[in-house]
């Protein structure tokens, strides 16, 4: 396909912007597919030459609004191809895109709003619109609000609302008027003018703005290629929330600098569907939803006959089983090798394609570490899963797992182009081209986490002799026991999150004498394991206490007990009767635990476990959709592990 | 927001009220389920219907659609006299509704069952399905880009492609309310469509009736026991008690109205 070759012969030239890599393409492969959006039930294509016009006359029409360089556009809404182009035409006017998750509370975006003074903003629809209007109404100083979905808008009358339609019109005209303002826009973003305004997860305190310039990401994007993480034309299913830097870094910076088809999924819930229909080659995810995955999977199987039970369980067994042989460094036995060659017809195929994931080349997890048994069922199917490392503040890629240099405990080796050393603390440095230049508006910060270019991750690690990284865990997770024994808890919660049955796990023990853990079961996992055992229960609360479901979770926690250090052991555990939510500030939005907020809404627990007792009375707050607020008391029981 | 009673005309459409009934009687051997009522529906209104259990609301809804003509009093829709005829013609004429009691069809999909409230748009013949690809494929597919207008307007994606029978009953009254709006009518009658939801399913099914209203030109008769619904989203609203009308006119003055207060909750509150 000589387009192809054109475009791929492009050698990386980190020192250009998003918006000229899109020129790029558009010129190289005008008729090739660039976005895809399952729009009523249909795949609807856009080519290059047309996402292109359409990101200019968004350019154009922003400039219109009187749009100016260094503005700030919040951009609110789940996955849409609108609010990607909208994304790239601030970029090209040197504008800062923000997008915030769009779930997130209003007082998290009032701050985000406030600390960047943004004057625009680029909604989904009319609940992304109208938790805009709520922040105005409080004094927010966004001025014009552009929507992408018109359903439920036409009666508002609000000043400053304007339709993505007309928006897109307005700019189309200007377009028109001025024939050199296209070639204009497209040069006037500068490599080291913004690209994309994100902030920091704020698992350890609140969330700081990153601005990733041009450069940064398309060095970030160039590192990783030549770590071999994507290749040119890839086609990817962009559902990861647009307010992580990993979505960015993957559909709009690799996307563009290596033309990948971006497909975009119908709704949140159509997601696995969607991965069906798509069958991406390259897949990112969050440990989390390769868990989620997973616990579907399993949870079918539970479901299906007694054969195909058996014959799942009898082929899955032994891939696993080989798999771990090649983990620890030895060959599959060639019993193993013939199974695996049946299994692969008969179950790790059809598995494969029943989720979409038959033509995976590229398969990621990032974010935080994974489990061992989500990461070895994966590669028995012969999905080759990989460790990325990387974070925010670096444009998403630092490290990389090798195709077949995988082991459980490192995250591969450092990209070509990022320079890796370890600090006199164990904290991780970091240099390359893909560093951000500083936090947006925190100087202190700013100073405090970069030093003569060497980026101060906050995460504790060491590289291995050859070469390969281990991370630890942020290092100020790095606790100790009242024995001294050293320890992170997220590295043990991980372990308990493997348990289908755990969706969440809080692990306590600084400072006391043995470790023991909160945990949240997992509803629909748990749910129907009882529901095929006759276990009848009325809420999740009931359900937690139930003593079957106790025993159920107290094999979990052996199991991982089995694998920790006597020292590190998990003594007690509490199940508890409602689940971490972002919204009650237990987790982030990317699921990570807010350790802090836990130890203190659950001290009364906390305090019971240490202080010997068989049950805990909780007095829980619950807010009901009413606006009324009522207190619950539960009882819960304290298991020794 | 803008209420129905402004709204402009749209080509084509009569002035006048959208259903009116006139003095309507039903009888069911000696039981007298309604007995002389007159109710006039304009165009663009969301008109609540309610009443204590029996006091005749499904009867006259009945006798709209042409379940059991009324034996006395005449109906009209858009003016024209519908007394009596086929309840399948009533529907060619832009008559829609959903059942108080679910009548899907559990062993189809979401999407069949939508599908199926296209039948009135639908031309089946003998030669269109020989011929398919020459006659009828044209016709199939703007059937099903009406359907999947009306799925993407409920939000049902994510459910498209599911058994009826496998979805929670939220769900499956918006697949109802999905089948009764894939036939693009101009009159819907919602027959208790929130029996049996949570808060939140109600917030959503109200607004998916206001947008229904405001977006797809429906004039609405709604049927409901939740008196926030009813105040929250009709424009005008009739209280029926053992047949007869008690009370009508703005919700707020019909619900403070003794005889309703009375009929629904029972004396001892009326006269407090």
């Known amino acids: 396909m000589p387009p192809a070759e054109s475009a791929s012969a492009w050698n990386f030239e980190t020192d250009s912007t998003l918006i000229r890599v899109l020129a790029q393409n558009a010129r190289a492969l005008p008729d090739c597919v660039a976005m895809r959006e399952k729009n009523k039930g249909i795949w609807k294509q856009t080519t290059w030459q047309e996402l292109l016009d359409i990101v200019l006359c968004c350019a154009a029409g922003l400039e219109g609004l009187d749009f100016k360089a260094g503005d700030v556009m919040l951009v609110l809404g789940d996955n849409r191809p609108r609010l990607y182009a909208g994304m790239l035409a601030a970029g090209a006017i040197n504008g800062y895109a923000m997008p915030a998750f769009p779930d997130a509370t209003l007082d998290e975006i009032r701050h985000f709003v406030h600390e960047a003074g943004a004057r625009f903003a680029l909604a989904e629809d009319q609940e992304q619109v109208d938790k805009i209007l709520d922040l105005r109404e409080q004094g927010a100083t966004i001025e014009h609000i552009i929507y992408d979905d018109p359903r439920g808008l036409a009666a508002y009358a609000n000043p400053g609302l304007i339709s993505w339609d007309a928006l897109q019109a307005k700019g189309a005209e200007l377009l028109a008027r001025n024939p050199n303002l296209q070639n204009e826009l497209i040069a006037r973003a500068q490599p080291e003018g913004p690209a994309v305004f994100v902030h920091s997860s704020g698992s ?4 700081k703005g990153v601005v990733l310039s041009h450069r940064n990401l398309l060095a970030g994007v160039r590192n990783a290629y030549l770590g071999g993480a994507f290749q040119f034309g890839e086609s990817i299913l962009a559902y990861l929330p647009i307010a992580w830097v990993g979505d960015f870094a993957v559909t ?39 868990d989620n995955l997973l616990t579907t999977i399993q949870v079918r199987m539970e479901d299906s006959s007694w054969l195909k039970k058996r014959v799942y369980d009898f082929f899955m067994a032994s891939a696993i089983s080989a798999e771990k042989r090649k983990l620890e460094g030895s060959q599959p036995t060639i019993k193993q090798r013939v199974l695996n060659w049946f299994g692969e017809w008969l179950v790790y195929r059809p598995i494969k394609d029943q989720f979409g994931l038959t033509r995976l080349r590229g398969a990621f997890t990032g974010g935080e570490a994974m489990g061992e048994d989500t990461f070895v069922f994966y ?18 890629y630092n490290a990389i797992q090798g ?50 270019g060497w980026l101060h991750t906050g995460d504790a690690g060491y590289l291995e002799p050859d070469g390969h990284l281990v991370v630890l865990g942020r290092l100020s997770d790095v606790v100790h026991t009242a024995k001294g024994e050293r320890y992170i808890p997220n590295y043990i919660e991980n372990r308990l999150k493997f348990s289908p049955y755990i969706k969440d796990a809080a692990v306590l023990g600084s400072g006391r004498d043995a470790l023991s853990a909160i945990i949240c079961i997992d509803k629909e996992a748990v749910g129907l394991w009882a529901e095929l055992r006759g276990i009848s229960y009325i809420s999740y609360a009931d359900l937690s206490q139930k003593p079957q479901v106790i025993a159920l979770i107290a094999a979990a926690v052996k199991h991982v007990n089995s694998a920790l250090p006597d020292g590190l052991q998990l003594r007690k555990f509490v199940c508890l009767h409602k689940e971490f939510d972002a919204d009650d500030g237990e987790i982030t939005r990317t699921r990570k635990i807010r350790r802090n907020i836990v130890e203190e809404r659950y001290k009364p627990i906390i305090d019971a476990i240490y202080g010997h007792q068989d049950t805990v009375m909780m007095k829980a707050k619950v807010g009901y959709e009413s606006g009324e607020v009522g207190i619950i008391e539960r009882t819960l029981s304290v298991q020794e592990a | 927001m803008t209420r129905g009673g402004d709204r402009l005309l749209v080509a084509g459409e009569s002035a006048g009220p959208v259903i009116e009934c006139r003095s309507v009687e039903r009888r069911f051997g000696g039981i007298v389920a309604l007995n002389g009522i007159d109710m006039r529906i304009e165009r663009g209104e969301i008109f609540g219907l309610v009443g204590p259990n029996g006091c005749g609301k499904t009867t006259l809804t009945n006798a709209i659609t042409g379940f059991y003509p009324p034996q006395r009093g005449r109906i009209l829709l858009n003016g024209r006299d519908i007394t009596g005829l086929a309840p399948h ?62 799925i993407d307007f409920l939000q049902l994606e994510g459910v498209r492609d599911e058994l009826v029978d496998g979805i929670p009953i939220g769900l499956k009254k918006r697949v109802e ?3 009764a709006l894939a036939a693009e009518p101009s009159f819907l009658i919602l027959d208790e469509p929130m029996a049996g939801m949570n808060q939140e399913e109600k917030e959503y099914m109200a607004r998916f009736i206001l947008d229904a209203r405001d977006e797809r030109n429906v004039t609405v008769l709604l049927i409901e026991h939740h008196m926030d619904v009813i105040t929250g989203i009709c424009d005008r609203m009739l209280a029926l008690n053992y047949g007869a009308m008690i009370g009508s006119g703005v919700p707020a003055d019909v619900v403070a109205d003794p005889r309703v207060v009375e009929a629904y909750i029972g004396g001892a509150h009326a006269t407090r």
Request: glycine share 8%.
């Open chain 1, 204 to 207: 350890t305190g609140k969330p």
């Open chain 1, 379 to 396: 590669r028995a199917l012969g999905i080759k899963l990989r460790q990325l490392y990387g974070q925010t503040e670096t444009s998403a």
């Open chain 2, 177 to 179: 309310l999905a089948r």
């Open chain 1, 252 to 290: 709009m910076g690799a996307g563009m600098a290596l033309h990948f088809t971006i497909n975009i999924p119908e709704r949140q819930e159509t997601v696995l569907q969607n991965l069906r229909e798509i069958a991406p080659t390259f897949y990112l995810a969050a440990p989390r939803s390769w």
């Open chain 2, 89 to 150: 013609y009533i529907a060619t004429l832009g008559v829609a509704r959903t059942f108080q009691n679910l009548a899907l069809f559990n062993g189809m999909s979401v999407l069949d069952n939508i599908l199926l409230g296209r039948h009135i748009h639908m031309k089946p013949s003998v030669a269109r399905t020989a011929l398919y690809w020459w006659l009828a494929r044209s016709d199939e597919t703007l059937n099903r880009a009406a359907v999947e207008d009306v």
């Open chain 1, 403 to 452: 195709l077949e240099e995988v082991r459980l405990h490192t995250v591969g080796r450092p990209l070509p182009g990022v320079d890796l050393r370890i600090s006199d603390a164990g904290e991780i440095l970091i240099r390359s081209g893909s560093v951000f230049s500083g936090y947006f508006k925190q100087d202190e910060a700013t100073r405090e986490s970069l030093e003569d």
